[in-house]
């Protein structure tokens, strides 16, 4: 098996203009999540194929989407409107043969901070006095490395039931 593409999407969501500069610069955190897949599939690039062979496959990722998550307190005058979203990383793969392109078979898989860490971390008593946010890229990575090992599974059973 051999490493194509790597590649996480940019953003074009309104979420992305709440997020960003809050945690971190969203272009810094594409760099950091495709620097990050490198090591998750440490595989020979295809390109470096002299002699590709019939069996030969490539893998192609990308993470089409991804939010870091947020919490806000709204206050309209007699109203308090909670706004939120868990952190999230959606992963997809491409299995093709090598000598022809042929796509053998796709792969998706998502991953979203579990409610109850999500809510602990959103909500507890001292967030107040904490200046820093609530998640990170370290959060993200976690997300996606789950989500990464998720599309592994899902590729190890397809490539065992013999597709």
Known sequence: MFLGALAVLPRKDLKRWLEDGVLFGSNDMDASMRQFLHEVFPLPEAGSV?????????????????????????????????VFWRPRVEV???????????????????RKMPWR???????????????????????LKALLYKACLKLLSKMDKAIKSGI
């Not at 809510?119 to 107040?128: M, T």
Request: aromatic share 10%.
């Open 117 to 139: 860490e999500f809510a602990w971390r959103s909500f507890k008593p001292d967030l107040v006095l904490d200046i820093s946010a609530p998640f990170n890229s370290s959060d």
């Open 92 to 110: 997809q793969s491409r299995l093709y043969r090598l000598t022809t392109g042929e796509t053998v078979e796709t792969f998706s898989a998502t």
């Open 50 to 82: 002299d002699e590709p062979r019939d069996s030969d496959l490539v893998l192609d990722v990308v993470v089409p989407h991804f939010q870091s998550g947020t919490t806000y307190i709204i206050d309209i005058s007699r109203a308090i409107i909670p």
